[in-house]
């Protein structure tokens, strides 16, 4: 949770920022080129709204619009909305249809902004 908080907007650590506010808008903005987001490139729906910057997924639109973060395949997921707000889950368990779905009802908890 500190490092979550570190690396969300505004927020410093010690003497200064975890990353550059540049940096992170950066790591945080879609780098996948609407050209290359086919539907049989990921999994149906993926792109809706969603991509990669750089170490993390980005929501592109829809109420959570600016939110990043990662859901791993071993039963993590994380997220960090431009608020400052943080969600953070460990399952430990193996990504399969019921962790996806809880995955994304966690996603859900925090009202759209």
């Not at 650590?13 to 996948?32: C, F, H, N, R, Y």
Request: aromatic share 12%.
């Amino acid at each position: 949770a500190r490092f979550l908080r570190a690396l969300s907007y505004g927020t410093e650590v010690g003497d200064g920022p975890l990353v550059s506010a540049e940096l992170l808008k950066l790591m945080t903005s879609d780098q996948i080129p609407d050209a290359l987001k086919r539907p049989d490139s990921f999994f149906p729906g993926f792109w809706d709204q969603m991509g990669w910057g750089f170490g993390v997924g980005v929501q592109t639109g829809g109420g959570h619009a600016g939110r990043f973060g990662w859901s791993g395949g071993l039963g993590t997921d994380f997220f960090v909305d431009p608020d400052g707000t943080i969600g953070i889950l460990l399952a430990q368990v193996d990504l399969d249809e019921q962790v996806m779905a809880l995955f994304n009802e966690f996603q859900q908890l925090v009202p759209p902004h």
